[in-house]
């Protein structure tokens, strides 16, 4: 595809729901990040991947937030029993640059907003 | 992990002036230092960056500084235009860790 793609572009679920989010980053591009952006906030850091090594996780908020890349690929962020904090934007960003070769661009999705009543 | 702090928070000025965001960063071994722009309902898009073996660096409009020893860097705007009217980030790293963390952003409106 011509960009990072997300879905769904909109959700909104009941507390308590499990909802997952999916990013389909730009074709051979190796490293994923998840960033959540409340109203008027910053990017909060969620989760990195980079090819086929075990990912950064360290920016969960609780255990209740997890993800997955499957084949070097598309992600899906998982949140387990939604509450209303969980309110947001959700943004993937895929970047070309292998591991070792310092950073690339992020190229950003459209984001997951996510509504939780 | 890396922590970036950016001032201000928000920031208006007059379509003409310059603009100047500034961001600290805690970890020395940073060496990566992008800034990103996201307009109102857009996604965040680079529109410069500088490694620390560089002190500053320009385009057109925009500028970036470095000052490693005091572990900042300032994004610098003249001749602002209503256009560059949005929220800009700042983020540190250290090049070969892809790890990207980014401060809470300034939101910049340039009055016509």
């Known amino acids: 595809g011509a960009g990072v793609s997300q879905s769904p572009s909109n959700k909104v679920t009941e507390k308590g729901k499990d909802v997952e989010l999916r990013c389909d980053p730009i074709s051979g591009h190796t490293a994923l990040y998840w960033y959540r952006q409340s109203l008027g906030q910053g990017l909060e850091f969620l989760i990195y991947?980079?090819?086929?090594?075990?990912?950064?996780k360290s920016g969960l908020p609780s255990d209740r937030f997890s993800a997955e890349r499957t084949g070097g690929s598309v992600s899906t962020l998982t949140i387990q029993r939604t509450q209303q904090e969980d309110s947001a934007v959700y943004l993937c960003?895929?970047?070309?640059?292998?591991?070792?070769?310092?950073?690339?661009?992020?190229?950003f999705g459209e984001g997951s907003r996510l509504t939780v009543l | 992990g890396e922590n970036v702090e950016q001032h201000p928070s928000t920031l208006s000025v007059q379509e003409g002036d310059s603009a100047v965001i500034k961001c600290t960063y805690s970890d020395s071994a940073s060496n990566y230092f992008p800034w990103y722009k996201q307009e109102l309902g857009k996604r965040p898009q680079l529109i410069i960056d500088i490694r620390s073996n560089v002190g500053e660096k320009k385009d057109q409009r925009i500028a970036v500084t470095l000052n490693k020893t005091a572990k900042h860097f300032s994004l610098h705007i003249t001749e602002t235009q209503p256009e560059d009217s949005a929220v800009y980030f700042c983020?540190?790293?250290?090049?070969?860790?892809?790890?990207?963390?980014f401060g809470a952003g300034t939101r910049l409106t340039v009055k016509p």
């Open positions: 983020a540190a790293t250290v090049y070969n860790n892809n790890d990207m963390r």
């Open positions: 960003a895929s970047s070309p640059t292998p591991l070792g070769q310092g950073p690339g661009e992020l190229f």
């Open positions: 991947f980079q090819g086929n090594s075990a990912p950064d």
